[in-house]
Nanobody, 125 residues
Framework: QVQLVESGGGLVQAGGSLRLSCAASGRTTSSYAMGWFRQTPGKEREFVAAINWSGGYTYYADSVKGRFTISRDNAKNTVYLQMDSLKPEDTDVYYC??????????????????WGQGTQVTVSS
């Protein structure tokens, strides 16, 4: 089993930055792909970014490309999401997810086996 705990959410003004962290425990995730998704209540979970096990490949939703950066530190079992130039439409609950490598499309929530509880990000205009 893998447990994921997100942190770093909060309230920020438009144009500001936040850095989300996702700490994994229970099993090393160094061979897992990791992803970030976001969700508004009543809507489907939306893909934000993903990174393969080594960090050599990253994937981004068009809506965040050029503003968000995903990275990982396998020694710390932690994945990060640096969010810059934030917009009010980025307001959401952000979830970290993990899946063994080769489990399907990293852009789809259904491919992920493990999820964190989420952290709220609010961007004021």
């Amino acid at each position: 089993q893998v447990q994921l705990v997100e942190s770093g959410g909060g309230l920020v003004q438009a144009g500001g930055s936040l850095r989300l962290s996702c700490a994994a425990s229970g099993r090393t995730t160094s061979s897992y792909a990791m992803g970030w998704f976001r969700q508004t209540p009543g809507k489907e979970r939306e893909f934000v970014a993903a990174i393969n096990w080594s960090g050599g490949y990253t994937y981004y939703a068009d809506s965040v490309k050029g503003r968000f950066t995903i990275s990982r530190d396998n020694a710390k079992n932690t994945v990060y999401l640096q969010m810059d130039s934030l917009k009010p439409e980025d307001t959401d609950v952000y979830y970290c997810a993990a899946t063994p490598a080769g489990s399907g499309s990293y852009l789809r929530a259904i491919s992920y086996n493990y999820w964190g509880q989420g952290t709220q990000v609010t961007v004021s205009s």
